[in-house]
């Protein structure tokens, strides 16, 4: 994961990183199933597992360019599936993991706005070694988190190394 919105930076930072190691295991992965369609269906049928929808939504039209945000709306509210059925397609949804971080997910698998919630970062400690020790553990929530949308999205490795 690279802390970047944008596209040509990631991939300079991961081109850097495998001309430093060629080893360095970087893979792309190719999505089963449609990401706008599997959001499209978390918005009508409700999100999957571990998993909460954080009432933010931006639906665009994707032959005006026209985007619609939709903020503290529930999913039962018609309207989303009114401009669903009309041909709009999910942009970006907010969503929470497991009750401990909040993010926003986009069409292009992009998460952005990743914030742990409270139960997360209430034990970090001014002591080195329990910081160190509560630092592993929220990467290892990122990680579970990242593992959950791939497996949600159905992933299988590119195959090519990049």
Not at 41 to 60: A, C, I, M, N, R
Not at 73 to 99: E, K, P, R, Y
Not at 131 to 147: K, Q, T, W
């Amino acid at each position: 994961m690279i802390d970047t919105a944008s596209s040509t930076v990631a991939d300079d930072v991961i081109r850097a990183l495998f001309k430093a190691d060629d080893k360095f295991p970087v893979q792309l992965f190719r999505y089963e199933r449609s990401v706008t369609a599997q959001m499209a269906s978390w918005l009508v049928h409700g999100v999957p597992w571990k998993f909460t929808y954080d009432e933010q939504v931006t639906l665009k039209q994707s032959s005006a360019d026209k985007k619609v945000t939709y903020i503290n709306m529930q999913t039962s509210d018609n309207t989303i599936s009114d401009h669903l059925a009309t041909g709009m397609t999910v942009d970006a949804m907010a969503m929470t993991f497991d009750d401990k971080i909040s993010f926003v997910i986009d069409d292009t698998v992009t998460i952005t706005k990743i914030k742990p919630h409270e139960k997360l970062v209430t034990s970090f400690s001014a002591d080195p070694d329990e910081f160190d020790a509560n630092l592993l553990l929220a990467g290892n929530e990122l990680s579970d988190l990242l593992h959950a949308v791939n497996s949600l999205l159905g992933t299988e490795p590119d195959g090519d190394l990049i």
